[in-house]
């Protein structure tokens, strides 16, 4: 008897295993990316100390085309304008420590981002 029970006890176990890995493995998959959503950025550009520093009391405009992994991670980043030109550096370097909300099944991806920073 006891045998018997541990029997229904096991196949109830691993019924209700199957079916409960079952629907979370198919729960997902109905779910298609949203690849044509706008981007968010998940860790923004950041100036150093050092660059906040020099261009504190001037006002910078920058226009950077980047291409994105759908990690969310910035593979490419290449300057497309700066003003003032001494920036070029400070702007690519603030780019590069970026990172975007990842946005799984859609590919690299490419995007242009322009930042216009004025003195406080």
């Known amino acids: 008897m006891k045998n018997t029970a541990n029997r229904y006890c096991l196949a109830f176990f691993v ?66 304008s700066v003003k003032p030109k001494e920036a070029a550096q400070a702007f690519l370097s603030a780019v590069q420590k970026g990172k975007f909300h990842p946005r799984l099944g859609c590919g690299d991806w490419k995007i242009e981002v322009t930042y216009k920073l004025h003195p406080d």
Request: proline share 6%; charged share 25%; aromatic share 6%.
């Open 15 to 80: 019924i209700a295993v199957v079916f409960v890995s079952k629907s979370s493995l198919t729960r997902g998959q109905g779910n298609k990316p949203t690849c044509g959503a706008p981007v968010k950025w998940m860790v923004p550009p950041k100036f150093t100390e050092g660059d906040i520093a020099k261009w504190k009391d001037k006002k910078l405009t920058g226009t950077v085309s980047l291409v994105v992994s759908e990690d969310g991670d910035i593979l490419q980043a290449r300057l497309q």
